[in-house]
């Protein structure tokens, strides 16, 4: 892993890195450029405008580390009410939700998580829509995995992620691979140890075309959560050379990261999901964005240190 993205991930963890960034004066720009906003309502216009330009959301509440049943139940109804806004809003067709077990309170017990899911894969059919379990660090992996398969017994149509930083993931993508199966593929934005994660950039990308080929070959609906260009161009090309249809598989990139490029992909045809965090839980999320892309970092910490 990029010295500075591991560097960037474990001073995440410290609470006086959290205190001088949340309070530092160039966060908030930061905060608006990745985050659509604290309220359902600005997750449900961030939806509209999207849809506006042709493009698809997929929205995610923000927070993780839930450490307590109350903390979990709120954010259950947090997605709860956002469903029921993007329903009265008729945007049910627009925009699916993405959930974190560990902030359903998979640490506290994964029947708690699991539970809480339940609750919202039922609600996002109430309303038309669907729902996607997001991936988190390795040793969350299996728990998560088996949370998918528990929760697609009743909705089939859950989406599952692999990332493919993972050695264990091509095993992952050949039993995920299937008709029917909806499969986001990442890089994945953690901080791994060496022996559960490939740690040289070039290995991320060659295991990431292995498992797109696997997903694609396999009959799955694909969906390639990558900014990264040449990989967008060869997934293009591996769907074509498969014979998958423009409308089989979609690419999904995150809220604020290369909109130009959402709208020419979508203007060309293909279906772009733009994964559009909102909350008052933003530091995590904001922290992994950083690690990602030195440029932001630089221009980041310029804004903190020249306050
Ligand atoms: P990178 O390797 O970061 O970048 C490759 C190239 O892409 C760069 O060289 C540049 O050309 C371009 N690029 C990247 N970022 C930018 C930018 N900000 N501006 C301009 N160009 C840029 N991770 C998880 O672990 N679990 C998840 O559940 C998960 N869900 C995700 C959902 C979506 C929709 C997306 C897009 C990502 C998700 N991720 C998730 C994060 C993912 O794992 C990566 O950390 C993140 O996408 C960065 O990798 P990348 O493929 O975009 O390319």
Redo the contacts with the bound molecule.
Sequence with gaps: MNPLRSIILAAAGSDAVRKMITTAPGTRAMVDRFVAGESADDAIAAVAALADTGRYA?LDYLGEDTHDAAQAERIVQAYLAVLDRLHDADLSARAEV?VKLSALGQRLSQRLAVDNAFRICAAAEQCGTTVTV???DHTTTDDTLAAVAELRKPWPDVGA?V?SYLRRTEDDVAALAAPGSRV?L?????NEPRDVAFSH?HDVDLAFVRCANALLAGGAYAMF?????R?IELVSDRAEAHGVPRDGYEF???YG??PDEQIRLSEAGQIV?V?VPYGEQWYGYLM?RLA??PA?TTFFLRSVVTR
């Design positions: 997929t993405s997001d991936m988190e992620v990332q986001r990442v890089k994945g934005a953690y950039k959560g990558t900014h990264d260009p990989l999904q990139l995150l990261v290369r999901r994964y992994r990602e892309r932001n």
